[in-house]
């Protein structure tokens, strides 16, 4: 048998971490100026929407017509075939129909449409699946395992962090090793960033969903999951060479012009004790995962005009069968997301003929 596993990644130098965590968390302090605002213990007149966009734009340039976040991305679908493990979990039609049509998309996280692919080792993918009873769930989910801090406090204080210096343009390198030194929280986080590396195709990701959310049986029985969709092919056949600016989509386009891509949905059930409303905080040992079916993939579309351009990705989209756990930055995603589209409405970039939707 040929073992196909990639070769272990070789730890990052102090240096070197250093800048790393100076680069990620300027992308992450990016998403996180989109979540920040809707907790109440924050001063309203500071963290309105508008001033959270306006950091954005800040540190990341006016594009107009794009997205103000996850900018550069690539439109996929196909749909999403059940199997029997969640159906005793979940009254949720997405897991009780054999087959569900799905809309989603891969993308950077970064509000710089033509940011390198290479840029960060962050990648997304978000998802739209459309049941027949007409409801929906969406879910945006990226390949990191946690995020670095779990309360809108801290994701402020990370925004603040990343933000460019007046005096020249370019985040204190200072300031983000700083945030992180005084977040003890976010250690798992920087255990994943010591080795992460950007991946030369979305196809071979692992893509987490990182907060907790409770599937509900047909009795009322709710149990606390995460979810995570696992690659089921990581052979680099058809992968394009990681170099050049834009090889992900190439990459993508070339694979699906092969046959169909497939994840396998993980839920994996919380145990007594775990953290449900942190998504900085893993959950350790061992625990239960249910094969709730596979993902597929087998067309991709230009996000310009595809099917997942004007989608907006909100997190609180569920189906009945799906109930939010009480982590607040579900509701501060889905109040931001709502909120930068109201900039978007007016704008009509060169690239697109309709205003962005925008995603985690």
Known sequence: MVDHSPPPRPALSTASLLARLTAIGIVVAGVAAAFAYVNGSLDPQRLRPKTLVNALETNNGVHPGFRRNHAKGVCVAGYFESSPEARAYSRAQVFNEAKTPVVGRFALPSGNPYAPDSSVPIRSFAVQFSQANGQQWRTGMNSMPVFPVGTPEAFYQLLKAGAPDPATGKPNPASMP???AAHPEAAPFLAWVKTAKPSASYATETYNGINAFY?????????AVRWTVVPQSQDATGAAPADGADFLEKDLVQRLAAGPLRWQLNMTLANPGDPLDDASKPWTGDHKVLNAGAL??????PQADGDCRDINFDPLILP???DASHDPLL????????SSYL?????????HSAPQESKP
Do not use: M, T, W
């Open 178 to 180: 700083a945030f992180f």
């Open 215 to 223: 599937l509900v049986s047909a009795d009322g029985e709710r149990h």
């Open 296 to 301: 597929v993939l087998d067309s991709s579309q």
């Open 320 to 322: 009945s069968g799906i």
């Open 331 to 338: 509701a501060a995603r889905s109040a931001a997301y709502a």
């Open 343 to 351: 900039r978007r409405a007016g704008e009509v970039s060169p690239l």
